[in-house]
């Protein structure tokens, strides 16, 4: 593999985000032309849990607890799914042969105290990957940026700059998963998650309505928002603290909104969902007017959701486009981004915007799993990216 003015990298990222319902797989081209890396999408493909290891992953999450035993049964049927879909990908978008493969894995627990982070685990063991296709396999990009004193998220950040930068006035890059987070392109960057996306809307909807989600934001429109709940849930501390900051399910989960609730234990479902789904659009519009966003770039499941997206249309008052407008496909930015964070790391390239992170200095992420022919083998390039192209 060349880097810099040469050939053309071939890399899959792999992707499951907190909403847990699938693994996403991403292939492209990866190309360094002088300081500008060119990303050239080759499609994507999706592929649920088995619903065996989805129920048992959900039952392992906070605030449930669990066993030894059981992460390590986690570990290896993730790291098999994810192996699945990689083979998948390989024969189906890359034509028989890539050149690295990128795992994110499967977030269950990421350690915030007092605003810090002070640990965050991801499983799918990626040897499962390795074996099952013969391709290196770049993991556990997030540990590296704790350890430097960072949140370790928004990982994503870094894309988010080199692709945007430039745009006029204030672009803000959104991502609306189970959580929430954005990126401020302008001067020195700024990224955080903002709260919960979908997190909170799924909980309620599974609980009570027996669907994984709420789809075309059906319950939401029929519902009526419940103002002394929504003041209750604006007045959670998370919202108020500085950037950097990052958060999961381990705060915003069921048990956190039937805390909430207190004397409205009676509310409908409809009206819940209503709800919840206004606090995940006011809470993201607070976050993009306090940094004056003149333009929102959305991905994620939740631009699916029209009344989510109506409702931080009408809260912003700016324009709300989704990153399929310009050239890169929503529901595989995720695990795009991880391709790229991937070929950066068998570059020896940083990863991550300190500004971003919250850590001390950016840092190489990640470990590499040799595929059948040993670690991939790369030239180091004279210098890093200053911008992406989607070509």
Known sequence: MSAEGGDRVRVIGLMSGTSYDAVDAAAADLQLDGDTLVLTPLGMLSQPYPAELRAALAGSLPPASTTVEQVCRLDTGIGQAFADVARQAVEQLCGGHADLIVSHGQTVFHWVSDGSVHGTLQLGQPAWIAEATGVPVASDLRARDVAAGGQGAPLVS??????????????????????????????????????????????????????????????????????????????????????????????????????????????????????????????????????????????????????????????????????????????????????????????????????????????????????????????????????????
């Open 158 to 391: 870094i894309i988010d700059v080199l692709w945007l930068r430039g745009r006029p006035g204030v672009p803000v890059a959104l991502n609306l998963g189970g959580i929430a987070n954005i990126t401020v392109v302008h001067g020195e960057p700024v990224a955080f998650d903002t709260g919960p996306a979908n997190a909170l809307i799924d909980a309620v909807v599974a609980e009570l309505a027996g669907r994984p989600f709420d789809a075309d934001g059906v319950l939401a429109a029929r519902g009526q928002v419940h103002p002394g709940l929504l003041e209750r849930l604006l007045a959670e501390p998370y919202y108020a603290r500085p950037a950097p900051k990052s958060t999961g399910k381990e705060l915003f989960n069921l048990a956190y909104l039937a805390r909430m609730l207190g004397e409205f234990p009676s509310l409908p479902v409809e009206d819940l969902v209503a709800t919840v789904t206004t606090l995940t659009a006011r809470t993201v519009a607070d976050a993009v007017r306090r940094y004056g966003g003149t333009e929102v770039i959305a991905s994620g499941g939740g631009i699916r959701n029209p009344v989510l997206m109506h409702q931080l249309a009408a809260e912003l008052g700016v324009p709300v486009r989704t990153t399929d407008e310009l050239g890169l496909p929503s529901a595989a930015k995720e695990a795009y981004a991880f391709a790229v964070l991937g070929f950066l790391t068998v570059h020896g390239l940083g990863g991550t915007v300190p500004s971003c992170t919250g850590a001390a200095h950016s840092s190489v992420l990640g470990s590499v799993t040799p595929g059948a022919a040993g670690f991939p083998v790369v030239e180091a390039p004279g210098q890093p990216p200053v911008r992406l192209v989607v070509g």
